[in-house]
């Protein structure tokens, strides 16, 4: 299996150690955190137990914290199964980094909007994604991690960024405003390490069929 590729490892740990450093809540010792703590109840049923969103702040809440989720947990999984260096890496700083963000999301809802109640669990979406990274083979894990990574992080991006320009919560506007350079670290990153794998199984590729490697 694919180990210590020449990806120069230290260049994408100080890209992702950047990105979390920009954050500047307290270490949350790395347990994700649970949104519905000292949040006001709805009195939406469906909104208490789905986190429904009625707005686009909420809407835009209830998407970090379903991305935020997802990234622990499937970053739980990559850490454990894959046998890549850099996956490993990678996987454990957004364990870290989305852990701390989520934290903060939770603060920021308590404080700004009291009255909506964010989600508890995973939606189908993202679920699915994890169900899909969990039922993937040694050969399979890296590469579903690394595409899962690559599109979860280019659309939480450009959530931020759609916030930023048309959002109506001046706070959230500045949250969204402080994670976007991150979320955009983590992109590229996870955008290097994509390449490097390619390049690597470009290389074993080209092997093969050269007849003096044989």
Avoid: W
Wanted: charged share 15%.
């Amino acid at each position: 299996m694919l180990r210590k590729l020449a990806l120069g490892t230290s260049v994408l740990a100080l890209l992702l150690l950047a990105g979390c450093n920009q954050n500047t809540a307290s270490n949350t010792g790395g347990q994700p955190a649970d949104l519905t703590d000292n949040a006001p109840a709805s009195n939406d049923a469906t909104a208490e137990n789905n986190g429904t969103a009625s707005n686009p702040t909420e809407t835009f809440l209830q998407n970090v914290a379903l991305t935020d989720m997802y990234e622990v947990q499937a970053g739980q999984i990559a850490a454990m199964r894959s046998q890549s260096d850099d996956v490993q890496q990678f996987a454990k700083q957004m364990v870290d980094a989305h852990t701390q963000h989520l934290n903060e999301l939770k603060k920021m809802i308590v404080k700004d909007m009291p009255g909506y109640k964010p989600p508890m669990q995973l939606d189908q979406t993202h679920q699915a994604l994890l169900d899909d990274l969990q039922a993937a083979n040694a050969q399979q894990i890296d590469p579903r991690y690394i595409a899962q990574q690559v599109d979860t992080h280019n659309q939480a991006l450009y959530a931020m960024r759609m916030y930023m320009k048309s959002g109506d919560n001046p706070d959230i506007k500045a949250f969204a405003q402080q994670s976007a350079p991150i979320v955009t670290m983590h992109l590229q990153a996870i955008n290097a390490i994509d390449r490097a794998h390619r390049g690597h199984l470009g290389a074993q590729a080209s092997n093969v069929g050269n007849p003096r490697t044989r």
